[in-house]
């Protein structure tokens, strides 16, 4: 099994691609910027025994998504594993939408996913055999943290094409999830606001914390595994049991 995580120079996608490495799995790194930071996940699962390599794309952008599947497999062999991590929060509601915020976070958050789900499916498609997991939020689910609006347009997306790539895919005995996180302790968090939301986000969850990128990358970690082998089409929500939802 090879894997390819993308965004995972920071975060969630860091905390995934070292979970992964852990079970024995070959992780490429994807990074849109941070280079030096990538470099140092690579070097971790290096340390560590494992192998990896960290490879730039921007996954909104579709040459580059191609030329990172095929720099992923000449590295470390067919891609049977693909984390669609890689996402970006643009603020805004109703009195202040943002075109250009919003066409970011549609190129990032629903480009990328189709790009990248695409590019995989080839090499998929070919063995018979694949594991997706989506990133969405449950900002998609109707949790009421203000300013989310657009970015949870985008994730409700991210959850509908889950399930429609699980139908298309299902009969190449390729499986399809999406993890649904919570408030997780991220760079996506506004440092000049983090401790205040800290105690907010903690005081929301039944569990009386907030989430560590650990949390979700056991989630993944099961979801691509063989004890998940007949699970396909869902999402798994990974929050602490929130008490702020519209709806469930
Ligand atoms: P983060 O700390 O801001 O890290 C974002 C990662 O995505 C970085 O590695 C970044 O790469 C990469 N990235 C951004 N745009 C990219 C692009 N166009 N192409 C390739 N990589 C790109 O974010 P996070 O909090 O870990 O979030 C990870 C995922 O979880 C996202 O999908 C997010 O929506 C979702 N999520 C997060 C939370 C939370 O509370 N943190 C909650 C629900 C869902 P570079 O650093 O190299 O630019």
Same mark, same amino acid.
């Given at each position: 099994?090879?894997?390819?995580?993308?965004?995972a120079?920071?975060?969630?996608?860091?905390?995934?691609?070292?979970?992964?490495?852990? /079970?024995?799995? +070959?992780?490429?790194?994807?990074y849109n910027?941070?280079?030096?930071?990538?470099?140092?996940?690579?070097?971790?699962?290096?340390?560590?025994?494992?192998?990896a390599c960290?490879?730039?794309? /921007?996954?909104?952008?579709?040459?580059?998504?191609?030329?990172?599947?095929?720099?992923a497999?000449?590295?470390?062999? +067919?891609?049977?594993?693909?984390?669609?991590?890689?996402?970006?929060?643009?603020?805004?509601?109703?009195? =202040?939408? =943002?075109?250009?915020?919003?066409? *970011?976070?549609?190129?990032?958050?629903?480009?990328?996913v189709?790009?990248?789900?695409?590019?995989?499916?080839?090499?998929?498609?070919?063995?018979?055999?694949?594991?997706?997991?989506?990133?969405?939020?449950?900002?998609a689910?109707?949790?009421?943290?203000?300013?989310?609006?657009?970015?949870?347009a985008?994730?409700?997306?991210?959850?509908?094409?889950?399930?429609?790539?699980?139908?298309?895919?299902? %009969?190449?005995?390729?499986?399809?999830?999406?993890?649904? %996180?919570?408030?997780?302790?991220?760079?996506m968090? *506004?440092?000049?606001?983090?401790?205040?939301?800290?105690?907010?986000?903690?005081?929301?969850?039944?569990?009386?914390?907030?989430?560590?990128?650990? =949390?979700?990358? *056991?989630?993944?970690?099961?979801?691509?595994?063989?004890?998940?082998?007949?699970?396909?089409?869902?999402?798994?929500?990974?929050?602490?049991?929130?008490? =702020?939802?519209?709806?469930?």
């Amino acid at each position: 099994m090879i894997a390819v995580v993308t965004g995972a120079s920071r975060g969630i996608g860091r905390g995934i691609a070292l979970r992964l490495a852990l /079970d024995g799995i +070959p992780v490429a790194i994807n990074y849109n910027t941070q280079q030096a930071a990538a470099q140092q996940v690579v070097e971790a699962i290096l340390n560590a025994g494992g192998r990896a390599c960290a490879l730039q794309a /921007d996954t909104g952008n579709p040459s580059q998504v191609d030329a990172l599947f095929q720099q992923a497999e000449d590295r470390l062999g +067919p891609i049977s594993i693909l984390v669609n991590n890689a996402g970006i929060l643009r603020r805004g509601s109703l009195d =202040d939408y =943002d075109p250009a915020a919003m066409s *970011d976070m549609l190129k990032t958050n629903l480009d990328g996913v189709i790009h990248c789900t695409r590019a995989a499916a080839k090499t998929m498609r070919q063995q018979r055999a694949g594991a997706i997991v989506n990133i969405s939020s449950i900002a998609a689910h109707g949790t009421s943290a203000p300013g989310t609006t657009w970015y949870a347009a985008t994730k409700a997306a991210v959850e509908t094409l889950t399930k429609r790539f699980a139908l298309e895919l299902g %009969p190449s005995n390729i499986r399809v999830n999406a993890v649904a %996180p919570g408030f997780i302790l991220t760079d996506m968090v *506004d440092p000049a606001t983090r401790e205040t939301t800290i105690q907010t986000m903690a005081a929301k969850a039944v569990l009386g914390r907030v989430g560590q990128p650990e =949390d979700i990358a *056991d989630a993944v970690a099961f979801l691509v595994s063989g004890q998940a082998r007949f699970i396909t089409g869902q999402i798994l929500t990974v929050d602490g049991g929130r008490t =702020d939802f519209l709806s469930h």
